[in-house]
């Protein structure tokens, strides 16, 4: 019979996700992103206008609209230009970390014995531009765990085939 024992751990000794060299998104996702912004803003421009056409009560009030739009577009390209720069990922021996965030910085870290399945997306745009998503799903949630967007067709389908002959070492 062994000896049960219950070490104490030293956590400073700890390896540091922190430390991590991340993976920025490919540049040509920030294309991506830009066209969406695009149409969230003309479904945005065009709500403003039938607003401002359609509702007399509003008469003299175009100008603050115009403006409250044009701050509200900014925003909309600021945010979005800092949610990009701050996206990575990386693959480590036995974990896969995401980061993100806008005012606040998450790290998503998920060891690979944890991953269930994994999917590779390409939406409209980022195929033009040669990009996919890849998605990783752990148990017991219908949707993914992390979604990593901006990555190269061709980058994102051998991290697919990586994290499927985890996933089969796992179940030998």
Known sequence: MENFTNETIDTSELPKFEEVQFTALHPNYWKVTMINCIILILF??????S???F???LSGFELPFIILTIVIIGLILLFSRIA???KGFAFRNHDVLFRHGII???TIVIPYNRI???ALHEGLVSRYFGLAKIEIF???GSSSDI???GIEKEQAEKIKQLLMGKIQKQLQ
């Open 44 to 49: 945005l421009s065009f709500g403003v206008t």
């Open 51 to 53: 607003g401002l056409i």
């Open 55 to 57: 509702i007399e009560e």
């Open 84 to 86: 990009f720069r701050k």
């Open 104 to 106: 606040a910085s998450n």
């Open 116 to 118: 269930q399945h994994v």
């Open 138 to 140: 752990t148990a017991g």
């Open 147 to 149: 979604e990593i967007p």
